[in-house]
Structures are given as structure tokens and as C-alpha cells.
């Protein structure tokens, strides 16, 4: 039996740890040609070694529009097409509340996270169209893109905006057969939420109790949502923000 992916040609960005990186690994295991990457090698080197050699690597800063671009065609170069994208790379910022945060924080992280996916996506959409082939892109947002919450507001824009780009994008190209939906992780076990929670214990369980199953997600179970969207199985799904999130934004 053939993988979801199998044959496909994948792009993945913020591909060295995390949910980048478990699903550059699935990916792989499911038969695609993935392209991983990256700002940190030394990450994207280990992502590849997990994934049994079966991933390339490429570093880049998706906030560049030029690098944004170089990725798209670097995966045409290597794997003849792009038939699929992964736009996941994204920054947490400083926490503060809004009268105290700062300008720089805001542009960085809304840079990465918003202008980055719209960037990444512009490229893909671009080749898709120049191939006249099919195609699937899924855009990492966050369940802080589908309501608020205090002392992160330039996170909570950027996540808002990958959404709004989401919708927006697919409704554009729906009829050329380019499916665009997102992802919406609750608390999942990665580096981010070591950072946000100050790896305190209270904090951890205050964050389990905060969904309908008690505990946190896995880097994975982001990433088979990631690969299902990408698969023919999601077909006739476009547009669409999907909660995975252990039940987190279903209620109090």
C-alpha cells in the first residue's frame, strides 16, 4: 500500500525541530520528496538524519522575498516539481502586553509569521499556476489565530493574518485546482512551549487542563493533520482552518 504522499513533491519550512520537523519526517515516510528548511543546519541535519536520509535540507529566511522564492525553485530543481507546501516556519516574539511591547518585536515575529507563509505562498501559487498543475498547500496558524489572548499581540495578529491569507487565497484558486488550508495547533510539545509555559510544571498543567482531553499534543499529530490536507483524501477541502488542539478552543 502506497503512502498519502506517495511521489508528491513537498516543501516544508521551519523544517529543524518541532512540528516542521515531524512532519518533514512523516512526510517522507508517506512517500513524498521533501524539502526541508530552515534557518538553523545544525537542526535541519538531524531532521534529515530521522528521516533516514530520505529529506534534503536547505537553510533560508522565508521573511526574504528572495529566499522565499530561491525555496520554490530549489524544489523544482530537485524534485522536478512542487506539487505541495508545508508554510510552517514561525517565531513566538517577547511577551508584553501591547502598551509595552515594541515596534521591532511586532515587524520581526509578524515578518516570519505572516509575511513569511504570504511570501512562501505567493511562490508556490506561482509555480503551480506556471506547471497548470494541481496542488496543495497547508499554512501553519495557530488556535491564537482563531481568538485572543493577552500579552503576545503581535503573535496573535500574525496567526490571525495566516489565517485571513488562508481564506483568502483560497477562494482564488479553488477553480485552478491549488487547495489552501491551515492548521491551527493548541499547546504541543516543542521548544515554543518550553519557552512560553518557563518549562513550570504548573504552567504545563494549566495548559493540559485548558483542553477537553487533559494533556498536551505531539509534533505529530499536528503533522498528520498537515499530511492528510496535503493528501487526496482532503480532496474537497479548501479554506479551511483546522483546530488541533485537543478540544482547547471548543469552549471554557
Request: glycine share 12%; proline share 2%.
Amino acid at each position: 500500500m502506497t503512502g498519502m504522499l506517495e511521489g508528491r513533491s513537498v516543501l516544508v519550512t521551519g523544517a529543524a525541530g518541532g512540528i516542521g520537523r515531524a512532519a518533514a519526517v512523516l512526510f517522507a515516510a508517506e512517500g513524498a520528496k521533501v524539502l526541508a528548511a530552515d534557518l538553523n543546519e545544525d537542526g535541519l541535519k538531524e531532521t534529515a538524519e530521522m528521516a533516514g536520509g530520505k529529506v534534503s535540507i536547505i537553510t533560508a529566511n522565508v521573511a526574504s522575498e528572495d529566499e522565499a522564492a530561491n525555496l520554490v525553485k530549489e524544489t523544482i530543481s530537485r524534485h522536478g516539481t512542487i506539487d505541495g507546501a508545508f508554510n510552517n516556519a514561525g517565531i513566538e516574539g517577547d511577551w508584553a502586553r501591547t502598551d509595552e511591547s515594541t515596534l521591532e518585536n511586532f515587524n520581526r515575529v509578524v515578518g516570519v509569521n505572516q509575511t513569511g507563509v504570504y511570501l512562501c505562498m505567493r511562490a508556490e501559487i506561482r509555480a503551480m499556476l506556471e506547471a497548470g498543475t494541481k496542488g496543495a498547500i497547508v499554512n501553519t496558524a495557530s488556535i491564537a489565530g482563531l481568538a485572543g489572548a493577552m500579552y503576545m499581540p503581535a503573535y496573535i495578529a500574525s496567526k490571525h493574518g495566516v489565517v485571513g491569507l488562508t481564506k483568502a487565497a483560497s477562494m482564488e484558486y479553488g477553480r485552478k485546482g491549488i487547495r489552501i488550508n491551515a492548521v491551527c495547533p493548541g499547546p504541543i510539545k516543542t521548544n515554543m512551549l518550553d519557552t512560553l509555559t518557563g518549562k513550570h510544571p504548573r504552567a504545563l498543567e494549566a495548559m493540559s487542563d485548558s483542553t477537553s482531553m487533559k494533556r498536551v499534543g505531539e509534533a505529530k499529530e499536528i503533522a498528520e493533520a498537515a499530511c492528510w490536507l496535503l493528501s487526496d483524501r482532503a480532496s474537497f477541502v479548501t479554506g479551511i482552518a483546522m483546530p488541533v488542539d485537543g478540544g482547547m478552543i471548543a469552549g471554557p
